[in-house]
């Protein structure tokens, strides 16, 4: 293959497959292979033929913002750029497909009221709801209290001593306060808990947090769970509780640094 300037190219297809077929990439889908241009002599890579903007297609509002209702809050136009709030969006992944797409506004909208209640009945372990933000009468964002460290990457994050055994108290007050409320959050883990600046724990992302026996469209992540369940019940944060107590106990003992079981820096 030749260039305008003379320089001579190779398409270079690394799963074997013809570059017509690879040129035809149009979602994330059909991205099983890249293709390239290298140049012949060098090998050198010059650039690949695969056009990302030409996969990105605009997604209407009203497909994934659902319809604001009297009963949640708003957040004030002002306050959207406050540095201590966090913004949470509709997640986009898999919205091309048409089941998940059709689940996103309700998804968003149960969340919001979720949140309103726990607004009513606040507790210092669950994330502060500030609000929702608008476009065109639509929701298209969740307000909260932002935290930088997340429990999972709290050794790679902070050098400091942490005191495990506090945190796994934080995280079971909330958790109690929760079903004290007859819900279940159904799907705590690391990822799911942040850390304030004084290392108390925050629990988060309450999409699969139902009343106790309502049933579930989406709970529980792999690992953090013993059974697939579809219910909402005080059972399955009772499983995931015992997994992430294991958890920092066995992470806590990874960075012991002759302090016993409180204090631990990262490596």
Wanted: charged share 25%; with cysteine; proline share 5%.
């Amino acid at each position: 293959m030749e260039d305008n300037n003379g320089s001579h190219h190779t398409i270079i297809d690394s799963g074997g497959n013809p570059p017509d077929e690879v040129s035809d990439i149009r979602s994330k889908r059909d991205l099983t292979v890249l293709c390239e241009v290298e140049d012949a002599e060098t090998g050198a890579f010059l650039r690949s033929t695969y056009d990302l903007q030409r996969t990105l297609k605009r997604v209407p509002d009203e497909q994934i913002y659902p319809k604001a209702t009297p009963s949640i809050s708003i957040l004030p136009q002002y306050r959207k750029d406050e540095k201590n709030l966090y913004i949470k969006r509709p997640q986009l992944a898999g919205c091309d497909d048409a089941e998940i797409a059709a689940l996103l506004p309700g998804l968003l909208l149960e969340e919001a009221r979720l949140l309103e209640v726990l607004k009513v009945h606040p507790h210092p372990n669950l994330i502060k709801y500030h609000g929702c933000t608008l476009k065109n009468g639509r929701i298209s964002g969740i307000a909260l209290e932002k935290h930088e460290v997340l429990l999972l990457y709290r050794y790679e994050d902070r050098s400091l001593p942490f005191n495990t055994t506090a945190c796994m108290d934080g995280i079971r007050a909330g958790v109690r306060h929760l079903h004290s409320l007859g819900l279940a959050h159904n799907d705590l883990n690391p990822m799911n808990i942040l850390l304030d600046k004084d290392d108390q724990p925050v629990i988060i992302d309450f999409g699969s947090c139902k009343k106790f026996g309502e049933r579930l469209v989406s709970a529980g992540t792999p690992g953090w769970i013993d059974d697939e369940y579809i219910i909402s019940a005080q059972e399955n944060d009772e499983a995931a509780l015992s997994k992430i107590e294991s958890w920092l106990a066995a992470r806590g003992k990874r960075h012991e640094c002759g302090h016993g079981d409180v204090t631990c820096v990262a490596t």
